[in-house]
């Protein structure tokens, strides 16, 4: 029991808010940055954002590239898969 809450503890601290990242993205373009994706953030401006067309397949593909990343955070945190059921990760 007290393994399983401090697994949630490390995961609630690495896994990125959806709706803060949706609210990023709308604003200032910023998505990759919050899921440690530096090199690809840097390139989606300089490139002004594929000049529109990263940013219309971003829009698209934004839920699950963040579901995916929270995921990934589950996983290493060695949570079960009743656990990331629960976090409607699966």
Known sequence: MKSEMKSYDVYNAQAVN???????????GWSYGSMNQMVKQVFYYLTL???????????FTLSGAIRKYNKGVAVRCGMSTEDMLKLELI
């Open 18 to 28: 959806g709706g803060n990242v949706w609210v990023m993205f709308l604003l200032l």
């Open 49 to 59: 954002g594929g000049c529109g067309i990263w940013t219309l397949y971003r829009l």
